[in-house]
């Protein structure tokens, strides 16, 4: 069997410092990873992309919530009643599955639609067993997702739950944001953080944790206006869009391409606001290194819906080992937190504007960070000869420029040292690496998707002039240390 791209990434990926399996000194912890020193600075790359679009560019209100909230707010958020997947478990040797996909694989049926007692009456029908120990199976359950944990000793204690998503942070502080946003619609609220899922058996690695980040934007709206005031500066973009009624025909796996123009105009997105997201949503992952060509917008069937949505758009991007894997989720939210909150909470949270009394409707833009990380390790990943080498958009690559001594004497590491410390004066993430010869430092550097190498050798104690080799080529050039900044002019080109 050929080689999984997912287990060649695994290799590197624990070799290079990117990921491993979390408490592997005790066999690991299905569903959660540990990012490495390289792994961690990537990631962080990606949320600063992230923020500079929906903080700095678009102007929303950055929160820090925390990761644990009190019971009462997944009460309000329907969290604790729908948020749950069929569990059944094996009367013999015990083990769990997932009832939905087990049924799903045994019959070859589709399953998103069915509900407990549909999958039981499955299951007895078609004698379904265990798949282990083809011992009998029990009966199906509704397994919450949610973990739980208690705050606080004795009488005093609280049961409180770990956030399965970031969003409920932003809800449940909105007549703070209010103020915060001087009583206007739209604003939009931003969360980066770590979200919590207690997922029945998590075997896909990377894609599918129990613990993971978040990145999400809750925009509160007038529902008396669905339009966005920049809808003009996006309305070019190409989506590549599979909608409900194309997936029911079993259509194009693609979608069809349509500017975010056309795509409102004809109805295929509801409304301008939702189309404006999700091109947004596509503008992200560009920036972040993936073409249009690996990404594609589907729509939500409506059983797989989340409770709280009535239309949700999702950004899938293609894996070679993994399929269509959603990456982001625009769903219309309508006034559903809101009003839960309000029924629950026994406070009114509508606004007032125009004399006119209403709850806010919101839109929401979730992107996960973990499956990007991931996905971005794949489609980076490049063989060219005896290199291996992630070509990643210098943006999100851990480190923008290596700098080396050629050999480790001849005062060539102390001059290596006195460039490598004027770039990080000049805000350049550099690394400095003097344990080996050229040809391993040049590869390790290719093998963490350094996009330039900058050597220092004995030319340069003469004139200042240093050789930058650049990852994509391998081509060399000599540029100048200082003279009209030339070496920062190379670091900072575009890509
Ligand atoms: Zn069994």
């Known amino acids: 069997m050929a080689e999984r791209k997912y287990d060649k990434i695994s290799a590197i990926a624990r070799r ?3 990921f491993w399996p979390s408490s592997e000194l005790y066999g690991g912890l299905a569903g959660f990873y540990d990012y490495g020193p390289i792994g961690a600075l990537l990631k962080q790359n990606i949320e600063k992309v992230w923020k500079k679009i ?38 013999d040797c015990n083990t769990n599955f997932r009832a939905d996909k087990l049924v799903e694989e045994k019959l070859k049926i589709k399953t998103e639609a069915m509900g407990v007692d549909e999958l039981n009456g499955a299951i007895i029908a078609n004698g379904v067993a265990c798949p282990k120990c083809k011992g009998k199976l029990g009966e199906v359950y509704k397994f919450n997702l949610m973990f739980g944990t208690e705050v606080g000793p004795g009488e005093e204690k609280r049961i409180a739950y770990l956030r399965p998503e970031t969003a409920q ?19 939009g609220a931003a969360l980066v953080g770590r979200s919590y899922r207690n997922e029945i058996s998590p075997r896909q690695g990377m894609i599918r944790l129990r613990e993971f980040s978040q990145a999400e934007a809750e925009v509160f709206f007038n529902p008396s206006d669905k339009k966005h005031p920049c809808f003009k500066e996006v309305e070019k973009e190409e989506l590549n869009l ?23 105009h004809k109805k295929i997105i509801k409304s301008e606001l939702q189309a404006y997201y ?50 982001a989720a625009i769903a219309d939210r309508a006034d559903y937190d809101l009003k839960r909150h309000s029924e629950t909470a026994k406070k009114d949270l509508s606004v007032t504007i125009d004399g ?3 709850l806010p409707h919101v839109m929401e833009a979730s992107f996960g960070i973990d499956r990007p990380f991931y996905l971005l390790l794949e489609h980076s990943l490049k063989a060219e000869g005896k290199r291996t080498l992630f070509k990643f ?33 000049n805000n350049v993430m550099a690394q400095y690496d003097n344990s080996g ?22 030319q340069t104690l003469k004139d200042d002039t240093v050789t930058v080799r650049y990852r994509d080529t391998t081509k060399q050039k000599r540029v100048h240390v200082k003279k009209n900044y030339e070496i920062l002019h190379e670091i900072w080109e575009k890509d």
């Open 356 to 358: 006119k009394k209403f």
């Open 437 to 458: 010869n050229i040809g391993k430092m040049y590869a390790r550097a290719d093998e963490i998707g350094i996009p330039i190498c900058v050597t220092i050798d004995h």
């Open 242 to 264: 599979l909608t409900i009624e194309e997936q029911k025909k079993g259509k194009s796996e693609k979608g069809e391409k349509f500017t975010a123009k056309e795509a409102v």
């Open 16 to 18: 290079r410092g990117f």
């Open 393 to 425: 958009k210098k943006k999100v690559a851990p480190f923008e420029a290596a700098v080396f001594p050629l050999v480790d004497k001849d005062k060539l590491p102390e001059k290596a040292l006195d460039i490598y410390n004027m770039l990080l004066e």
């Open 54 to 91: 929906f903080i700095a560019q678009e102007g929303m209100l950055l929160l820090d919530t925390p990761n644990v909230m009190a019971d009462s707010v997944f009460q309000a958020s329907g969290h604790l009643e729908h948020f749950a997947d069929p569990l059944v478990t094996c009367t």
């Open 169 to 187: 942070g932003a809800f449940v502080s909105f007549e703070r944001l209010w103020e915060v946003a001087r009583k206007k619609l739209p604003f």
């Open 278 to 327: 999700l091109t947004l949503a596509k503008q992200f992952f560009n920036r972040i290194g993936f073409p249009d060509s690996s990404m594609r917008c589907r729509q939500q069937l409506s059983e797989e819906r989340a409770h709280y949505s009535i239309d949700t758009w999702d950004i899938e991007i293609h894996s070679e080992d993994f399929g269509w894997i959603e990456v």
